[in-house]
């Protein structure tokens, strides 16, 4: 009996232990796209605007993450433009200015069900964010994004930040108003040394 004891608290602790370490760390958030540590995979989009200067075109599929290579590189999965991903959006094309040197690269995917609508949604978020820099695209998988990437279908927002293939850092919330812009920015150093 008391043998049973022992391994029942010994199960619910590491039951408890489990449930812990799968809850996200910052305030809002929830557990959406590839972690740190995991390998990013190719994956195929339409651009739709932005990024001008890229010597892609509006309309053109590509692999954006493989044309970036293993550069560092912000992956924003987004199914919301509120303000607050508006201003990440302008900060992230300020930040890729300001680290030049490391050749940092950033593009928004739109997620909805409706490719259409998602495509539209991308020209009308490029045009109000100002992004010089930055890609609008619309991945093939235009509902949740690449299948193998797991983003949830809950978030708002997914952003994986990658180096060398490999996420460094990973941040999403379910709701784009809780966005914490500091810390997705505070990240960035994740991937940029």
């Known amino acids: 009996m008391k043998n049973f004891f022992v391994l029942g608290m010994a199960l619910a602790l590491v039951s408890a232990t489990t449930a812990m370490a799968d809850k996200p760390a910052q305030k809002g958030a929830m557990k959406s796209g590839l972690q740190p540590g995991e390998n990013v995979g190719p994956f195929y989009v339409t651009k739709c605007a932005g990024a001008e200067e890229d010597g892609v075109a509006e309309g053109k599929n590509l692999c954006y993450r493989c044309r970036n290579g293993s550069k560092p590189q912000v992956m924003v999965f987004t199914r919301s433009n509120d303000p607050k991903v508006t201003e ?40 109000t964010t100002k992004a010089k820099s930055i890609p609008f695209v619309v991945p ?19 952003i994986v930040m990658a180096n060398e293939g490999n996420v460094k850092a990973n941040y999403s919330v379910a709701n784009a108003k809780k966005l914490d812009i500091d810390a997705v920015i505070g990240n960035l150093g994740k991937i940029l040394e």
Do not use: C, H, Q
Request: proline share 3%; hydrophobic share 40%; glycine share 6%.
């Open 88 to 127: 990440l959006v302008s900060k992230l094309d300020a930040a890729i200015g300001a680290n030049a040197d490391s050749k940092l690269t950033v593009f928004v995917n739109v997620l909805n069900e409706d490719k259409d609508d998602a495509s539209e949604m991308a020209k009308k978020f490029a045009s």
């Open 140 to 158: 093939n998988e235009n509902a949740n994004g690449p299948d193998n990437y797991g983003i949830n279908p809950k978030a708002d927002v997914t």
